[in-house]
Nanobody
């Protein structure tokens, strides 16, 4: 089992920045991908981005490209989501995720790919 704990959410103004952190513990050796999803009010949960274990590959959904940056520190078993130029439409609960190698890498942008989910952290962007 892997446990994920997110920190760093909060309230920020339009155009501001926030950085989320996700610390993994437990059987972290089985993790190949870590990433982030979000659920905005009244909408379905959507994939934000993912990063491979070695950090060589990072993927983003189109709506956050150029504004969000995912990175990781394997020494700390922690992945980060740096969010810049935030917009009100980025308001959502953000979830950290990690896989355990069950599925093909091709599915890294799907919910089913990830077995482990954090509790979520609220990000609110005011206009």
């Amino acid at each position: 089992q892997v446990q994920l704990v997110e920190t760093g959410g909060g309230l920020v103004q339009d155009g501001g920045s926030l950085k989320l952190s996700c610390a993994a513990s437990g059987r972290t050796s089985e993790i190949r991908f870590m990433g982030w999803f979000r659920r905005a009010p009244g909408k379905e949960r959507e994939w934000v981005g993912s990063i491979t274990y070695n950090g060589d590959n990072v993927y983003y959904t189109n709506s956050v490209k150029g504004r969000f940056t995912i990175s990781r520190d394997n020494a700390k078993n922690t992945v980060y989501l740096q969010m810049d130029s935030l917009k009100p439409k980025d308001t959502a609960v953000y979830y950290c995720v990690a896989d355990n190698g069950r599925y093909s890498d091709s599915y890294y942008y799907t919910e089913i790919f990830y077995d482990y989910w954090g509790q979520g952290t609220q990000v609110t962007v005011s206009s």
